[in-house]
């Protein structure tokens, strides 16, 4: 099994691949973008992606969000829980006081804002695309400093100069493993889909939310992103307990899907633990 991320080697994706039961002995394949590993799915170059879809601090990943519905084709087979701590890295002999820009992902920049605006405030920020690249980066150029996860300054030889800089203590980062089929039923799942709404109308959204409260489907996540279209067009994301072939669940779906302009099933997979 070959599983694509984003990458290169040392950045949290990667880790949460070692985590992902599924990808045990799988192949890691790095590359440049969410993007990317995703369209290296589809295109069959490797088995799965694994990418991530929610952080706790700062929220949707919204690039994910985009893929799912604006690249259709995949489906979430698996989703992982990583526990994230940022550190604050540079070339060794660096001072806190030295740090002339801070490079990272946009991600962690926003999981950091306390921190940079309270220590480093005025500092340049230099977004890149993943936390290992920003860590290469300040390696090669030995200036600036890097936020990113301590396997990414041990792999590029940087020190740390704070530890766990995120703006909470418990930041967790979700991932979604997607490939071309999603999974079997196992007893203790979890179904996404998205959908969009033929117009905007009153009760619309509700007429859907009953769907599911009507068969005491219980929903743990809701939100939605503009469908890139125009003002006021909107697409929206929904995860609910069960798996999409339980008779309620299917039920459910359906009856959603005569309420809406398109549906798109997302995949079903089982419940991840929580993270530790």
């Known amino acids: 099994m070959r599983v694509a991320y984003l ?21 890691h ?16 170059e490797v088995d799965a992606a694994l990418l991530p879809i929610e ?29 994230v701590e940022q550190q604050l890295m540079a070339a060794r002999g ?3 006081a030295d740090v002339k820009k801070i490079l990272s992902h946009p991600q962690p920049l926003g999981q950091c804002a306390g921190f940079l605006r309270e220590r480093l405030r005025g500092v340049p920020l230099e977004t890149t695309s993943s936390t290992a690249e920003a860590a290469r980066l300040v390696a090669e150029r030995k200036e600036g400093a890097a936020i990113g996860p301590r396997a ?22 979700r991932f979604v ?3 071309r089929e999603d999974e079997a039923p196992t007893g203790r799942d979890k179904t996404s889909i998205a959908f969009t ?48 072939a339980d008779p309620r669940a ?19 997979y089982p419940r991840a633990a929580p993270a530790a």
Not at 11 to 27: I, P, Q
Not at 200 to 211: S, V
């Open 197 to 244: 709404l033929d117009r905007d109308r009153p009760g619309g959204l509700y007429e859907i939310m009953g769907e599911f409260a009507n068969r005491q489907i219980n929903l743990s996540r809701i939100e939605s992103r503009p469908m890139k279209q125009a003002l006021g067009h909107y697409v929206f994301f929904i995860d609910f307990e069960g798996h999409r």
């Open 250 to 268: 299917a039920e459910a779906i359906l009856g959603v899907l005569q309420r809406v302009h398109a549906l798109h099933l997302l995949g079903s």
């Open 55 to 83: 952080n706790s601090i700062e929220g949707s990943v919204t690039a994910t969000l985009d893929l799912l519905v604006h690249r259709p084709g995949l489906r979430i087979r698996r989703e992982v829980l990583l526990p």
């Open 152 to 173: 990414a300054a041990e792999r590029y030889g940087l020190e740390i100069l704070v530890e766990n800089i995120q703006d909470a203590d418990v930041n967790t980062t």
């Open 29 to 44: 394949v790095a590359y440049p973008s969410f993007a990317d590993a995703y369209e290296a799915v589809a295109k069959g």
């Open 177 to 179: 493993l997607v490939a």
């Open 7 to 27: 990458g290169p080697p040392g950045t949290f994706s990667e880790e949460a691949v070692g985590r992902c039961d599924l990808a045990r002995g799988a192949e």
């Open 94 to 96: 660096t001072q806190l």
